[in-house]
């Protein structure tokens, strides 16, 4: 298991990155904590004749809030970003995702970054982003353009990323309600696996425990992860209770189209992304309502 | 396409080390073949199983996922760095040895450095948070059981001498 | 040798002591295959066959042959007229094999084409530029399919897919179901599943022209390994030599490595280089042979209303894959305890091995014994069930009791000693059983489904290979010996020397703690030492649970030897009979008259530099070896087919509680308990190591680990990423409850333990799955019991209850 040759250059700056990227052509890929890539290409699935590292671009590893936004560049580590305490603080669905992302060994060097753009439509950092609706920015020798995350993801390993294009930053918008909860759910054989079935979700509440905005998602069930955004809407103004969350949950995996695999047959993934996709509601408008409730003081 | 050689130049162990790599050189076979640091070693090569893991920059990572190349500036540290000034085995080698938390010792190296860089930040773990530190580094001799109690023994060690 | 003795009355044995080997591997100073690195070495790659079953019909290896770096390109055709047919278990001589295909292959993963370079990529460079021409034929994956008459045969020649098929009668069995007042009837699925160590198999080859001598480095815990490589490559038995201080990172019955060996020793022999063929995990896992048992078994069981077992009928066909290897062997073995540990009079086995175009079966610790057990304990469980019986009520109904031992089972073989009620009582306090019944039953309250498994199983040990000539009557092995040699060098120092690698199982601390024991030694000063093949006493390596009683009996014996040598001196010198030496920490004096003594130092001395000094007869120098036959070993079988097999038997009893996610299906170990008798313990901290492994393999077993095939005749779990082991987080805390029956028939009173844990663990979570899925009205037999298969149960017992 030997990865086939390649070339190799380390980037300084971003700018230097997009440069290789658009002289190296087709065949060039960029490195980021390379916890996905470097398997690929061990296993000759992957095989770069460049590849450009990102690792030590020094503009490329923050982590900020500017705006009503959490701003982490992409080759942010994936154990700092879940233990960064403002992250924890105003967007506590990342740190509580990442706490299903592989091992620690994985996540002290896999990115943010990365992860988004290996776009695996059962990884969590891609569901947390469609979820909130990030906004994903992109570098290039072209210039700068910015898309939201569920217009990244075009298919199980397939983004609309060109290939001279990095992915620069991440931006997840901070919800400023009093009363927010979130959480993150999902079944895997062992803990630290790839997600059979993932499912996560954010709600606001107003003083009266009234659902002032909700958003939920299904990862691992279909193509790409998937955001609700219709069907969060309906909870706008509604009291949540638990046989509304059944039935929304019921309705999002009605309309996913899970594939099939050796772990789970299609017809065990959409059970899946029902109870997951209602426990995660379950558990953010419990976690809201504990909030308001001033029971958790983060 | 015959790949250049890339000059590298990488901390090991507190040495540096100099050397010529091809770009698809992993990091665990330079340490191996080349710095003939035998102690970390090959066992999925894919990521999963943590036997390949070291500290890069102080952080655990798994050694077969990185290229030698992209070491170049940085610092790693191998099981043979673990030892002592004196050479000998560290609290939590010896912590190792006192529960038998191995068999084989093939998984030993990783499991050490995934403990070590757990106890460095958090002295004082739980049974759970030191599961969770070694969740990535398969075993297939111990059931887990006496390398738990290792780190438990080290924790208790380094806490007693840290307060003596 | 019988001397049982309680632990109390040793010196080292059954003491917590470090072993001798954590210093070294805590400092990465293990010495593994992949660190032997000889001047001018090569490496090998391999090109696997992408079909299930094919004919070969162009191999183009030109390009190959072309990359700068390549030094060889092998195919089977040169290798198969080269080397002979690789030896097999059982009487199959059309099943031939070799480690590269010739004109068919026939499983997808299997080695066709070997490539040699400068380095490994360079041979995956090269591996990738091979061309191999396909004709892809019918094939068949299932075990049961592959019997019928029709199906695609594995190997033409031997026409058929049938390795072994015999039926056992033992005991009036037609009686036994005519008279009783109960059956049951059902099937059990053992998932083919295997060790699968963390290090894969490795070989370094080196020839000598010079010396016309075969060096041979290995990851190999294998009996008789060294006179099969010669064969293979046929070469004088002494052609080969197998040095055995290769640390072995883990096997546990797997790593047999003989069809790596051939080929790397043929490509050493033919370039003149050293040669190294270290598989990665994807040949690791579909070309490395290495798969565990694959088992259907059929169970019928007659009992009475009281819940007397009076009689069984097991029909168990395994999978063997494409090849024999050991496979056919692993279901002779659980004849040697066929009955479990129960009272049993009437048994009939009816083992089926049959090819597949599958990865080969290797040996998986156990040998097949805990498939077996597990289909034992689900039979023990729905007697209970069918009877309303208590499980535990049931079990010890039908235990051997501690003072029916020597106990004959039907099939031949005596257990030896046991006191299994007391283990099952002693596991049961400590997991609180009345306490865990009512968390079971609070869980189940609160909607969850919750569920206690038991298991009491045999872990035979000892083994003395009787399946071998009991599956294949030309093969006559009656013996499977082991042996020591105990040397004292001038300086006083104690060496033992002994003939076989180890993969984690402490051999070095057991041979020094015994030599101390029987010297009064401290055993931290005594060195072990492992002799290369050539120079090695015979060893049949460390399988079948038996170095703590042959390793450790043959230590113990040529210790003695040493001890009786210093004794004559001695008495020589001192002017007395032994009978009137005292032997004290290896210094000694005349009973009665401690003044007229003589020191260590001075008996070493003596028998080093002093002939004048020795007694006649005794030989200079002090050094003295031991091989010891399996004790009650040498019996031929019967007729129909019973034979004393195993001659020692530890017990376990496991008691595990599970949770399963009534919504999600994933299953979740909370307590594990493990009642455990294997004897005296030599090393307690190894012992309890093994036994926590076996139980966290067992686990894997029971609910993650499977090579699945597709419908295609693909493996679909070929890496780590599919192949799923278990980690420290699906490990529960594991608590294991000593109790020690000395077996009468060993050194020290010991018995096997390297099996331990694993025999029972899939039984109790299969049982504990069960008493889970019990309230839905639904059962499930079938390993591993992943959370997609719990998922299937449980929504068809829900629309069941719907409807």
């Known amino acids: 298991m030997k990865a086939a040759a390649f070339e190799y250059a380390r980037a300084s700056s971003i700018e230097e990155a997009c440069a290789l990227l658009r002289e190296r052509g087709d065949g060039a890929r960029l490195i980021a904590g390379g916890q996905s890539l470097a398997p690929m290409m061990a296993m000759r699935l992957a095989r770069p004749t460049w590849l450009v590292d990102i690792n030590d671009v020094p503009d490329l590893q923050y982590i900020r809030v500017e705006g009503e936004r959490l701003r982490a560049g992409a080759c942010t580590r994936q154990r700092a970003l879940e233990r960064d305490a403002r992250a924890i603080r105003l967007v506590p669905l990342l740190s509580q995702a990442l706490q299903w992302v592989g091992h620690i060994q994985t996540r002290n060097r896999g990115t943010a970054g990365g992860s988004l753009a290996h776009a695996d439509p059962s990884a969590e950092l891609p569901l947390v982003a469609c979820v909130l609706d990030a906004e994903v920015s992109v570098r290039s020798t072209r210039g700068r353009r910015a898309l939201r995350a569920g217009d990244l993801f075009t298919g199980p390993m397939t983004t609309t990323l060109a290939a001279d294009e990095l992915i620069e930053e991440i931006a997840w918008p901070i919800w400023r309600e009093d009363h927010v909860g979130s959480a993150f759910t999902e079944v895997s054989i062992r803990h630290g696996d790839f997600a059979l079935v993932a499912a996560a979700a954010q709600v606001a509440l107003d003083g009266e425990a009234r659902c002032l905005r909700a958003s939920f998602g299904v990862g691992g069930a279909d193509a790409t992860p998937v955001a609700f955004p219709e069907l969060a809407q309906t909870l706008a103004g509604a009291r949540l209770e638990d046989s509304i969350i059944s039935t929304i949950a019921e309705r999002a995996a009605a309309a996913l189209d899970p594939g099939e695999d050796l772990h789970a047959s299609a017809h065990y993934r959409r059970h899946l992304a029902k109870v997951l996709a209602e426990r995660s509601l379950l558990e953010a408008r419990d976690r809201a309502i504990a909030r308001r409730a001033g029971q958790i003081r983060q | ?164 | 040798m019988a001397s049982a003795a309680a632990p109390g009355e040793f010196r080292y044995i059954g003491k917590r002591r470090r072993t001798k080997e954590g210093p070294r591997f805590v400092q990465g100073r293990g010495r593994y295959v992949a660190d032997v690195a000889l001047p001018g070495m090569k490496h090998v790659a391999l090109v696997m066959s992408p079909h299930p079953s094919a004919r070969i019909i162009a191999i183009r290896t030109e390009a190959a042959r072309a990359l700068p770096g390549v030094r060889y390109v092998l195919t089977g055709e040169e290798f198969c007229a080269a080397t002979d047919s690789l030896q097999i278990g059982v009487d199959a001589p059309q099943v031939r094999r070799y480690a590269l295909a010739h004109e068919v292959v026939r499983y997808a993963g299997e080695w066709v084409v070997a490539i040699v370079a400068d380095s490994r990529a360079l041979a995956e460079d090269a591996a990738e530029l091979v061309e191999v021409e396909y004709e892809p034929l019918p094939f068949v994956v299932d075990p049961e399919r592959a019997l019928a008459a029709d199906a695609p045969l594995v190997h033409a020649a031997h026409g058929s897919n049938v390795l072994y098929h015999r039926r056992f009668v033992w005991g009036p069995v037609d009686e036994a179901f005519a008279g009783a007042a109960h059956h049951i009837a059902f099937r059990a699925v053992w998932g083919r599943s295997s060790t699968v160590p963390i290090e894969t198999f490795g070989v370094v080859a080196r020839w000598d022209p010079g010396t016309e001598l075969l060096d041979v480095w290995a990851s190999i815990q294998m009996p008789k390994f060294p006179d099969q490589v010669a064969r293979a490559l046929r070469l004088p038995g002494n052609a080969v030599r197998v040095h055995y201080d290769v640390d072995v990172g883990g096997s546990y019955g797997g790593k047999r490595g003989l069809k790596h060996t051939a080929l790397a020793g043929y490509l050493a022999m033919k370039l003149g280089a050293p040669m190294r063929l270290i598989e990665d995990r994807l040949e690791n896992m579909r070309g490395g042979d290495a798969h565990g048992p694959d088992r259907i078994f059929d169970m019928g069981a007659a009992f009475d209303s009281d819940g007397t077992i009076r009689a069984l009928r097991i029909r168990a066909v395994d999978d063997a894959g494409a090849y024999t290897g050991r496979a056919p062997l692993q279901l002779g073995k659980p004849i040697t305890a066929i009955c479990g540990p129960y009272r049993i009079a009437a048994i009939e086995y009816e083992p089926v091995s049959v090819m597949t175009h599958k990865t080969p079966q290797e040996a998986v610790r156990g040998f097949g014994q805990s498939p077996t057990n597990f289909a034992l304990e689900r039979m023990m469980d729905r007697v209970a069930a069918y009877l309303g019986m208590d499980r535990i009520a049931l079990r010890r109904h039908n235990l051997i009791r501690k003072d029916e031992f020597p106990y004959r089972i039907p099939s031949g073989s005596a257990y030896d000693s046991g006191d299994y009620h007391t283990v099952l009582d002693k596991a049961l306090a400590a997991i609180d059983y009345p306490a865990l019944v009512a968390e079971r039953d609070t869980a189940r309250r609160a909607g969850r489904l919750a569920g206690i498994g038991i298991s009491t199983c045999l872990e035979p040990s000892g083994g003395n290979a009787a399946f071998e000539i009991l599956f294949n009557p030309k093969n006559e092995t009656t013996t499977w010996m082991d042996s020591c040699l105990v040397r004292i060098d001038l300086a006083g120092a104690v060496t033992g020397v002994i003939g076989t690698s180890s993969s984690g199982q402490g051999h070095e601390t057991l041979v020094s703690t015994v030599i101390g024991e029987v010297l009064e030694r401290d055993p931290a000063s005594i060195r072990v030492a492992r002799a290369d093949s050539l120079s090695a006493l015979p060893s049949n390596s460390p399988v079948g649970s038996r170095m703590a009683i042959m390793l450790g009996g043959a230590a113990a014996g040529a210790a003695r030897k040493i001890r009786e040598a210093l004794i004559a001196i001695a008495a020589h010198n001192l002017d007395c009979s032994v009978e009137k030496i005292d032997y004290r920490d290896g210094d000694v004096s005349v009973i009665g008259d401690p003044s007229r003594k003589m020191t260590w130092d001075q008996l070493v001395e003596i028998a080093h530099r002093k002939y004048h000094r020795l007694p006649p007869g005794l030989e200079p120098g002090l050094q003295a070896k031991f091989v010891w036959e399996v004790p009650t070993g040498g019996g031929l079988p019967t007729p129909d087919g019973r034979v004393q097999m195993y001659p020692c038997y530890a017990f376990e009893a496991h008691v595990v509680y599970v949770e399963i996610d009534p919504d999600t299906a994933r299953p979740e170990l909370r307590r594990y308990v493990c009642g455990h008798d294997c004897g005296v313990m030599i090393n307690p901290d190894i012992v309890h190591g093994m036994t926590y492994g076996g139980i966290a393999h067992g686990i894997g077993a029971a609910l993650y680990e499977k090579f699945a095939y597709t419908p295609d005749g693909q493996l679909a779990s070929g890496t780590f990423m599919d192949y799923l082991i278990p980690s420290a987080l699906e490990v529960p805390a594991l608590t294991i409850v000593d109790h020690c029956t000395p077996s009468p028939l060993t050194t020290f009173g010991q018995k096997g333990s390297g099996e331990a844990g694993y025999l029972g663990a899939p039984a109790a979570i299969a049982n504990a799955v069960n008493d889970a899925l019990a309230p839905l009205g639904t059962t499930l037999d079938t390993l591993p019991m992943t959370p997609h298969e719990l998922w299937r149960k449980i929504s068809a017992a829900r629309a069941t209850a719907r409807s």
């Not at chain 2, 969770?132 to 297939?140: F, K, Q, S, T, Y």
Request: hydrophobic fraction near 35%.
């Open chain 2, 1 to 164: 396409m015959t790949p250049r050689g890339h000059r590298i130049s990488v901390e090991v162990n507190g040495h540096l080390h100099e050397g010529e790599v091809p770009a698809r050189l992993t990091l665990v076979d330079w340490l191996r073949d080349e710095l003939h640091l035998s102690g970390t070693h090959v066992g999925c090569e894919h990521g999963i199983c943590g036997a390949c893991s070291v500290l890069f920059d102080g952080e655990a990572v798994r050694s077969c996922l990185m290229f030698a190349v992209q070491a170049d500036g940085h610092r790693v540290t191998t099981v043979e760095g673990l030892s002592g000034e004196d050479g000998r085995p560290g609290e939590l080698q010896d912590a190792f040895c006192e529960t038998h938390a191995l068999q084989c010792g093939y998984c030993t190296p990783g499991m050490l450095i995934a403990a070590h860089a757990l106890l460095r930040e958090n002295p004082h773990p739980t049974e759970a948070e030191i599961r969770e530190a070694i969740g990535g580094n398969l075993c297939r001799c111990t059931g887990y059981q006496q390398i738990v109690e290792a780190i438990e023994h080290a924790a208790a060690k380094l806490v007693e001498r840290g307060a003596r």
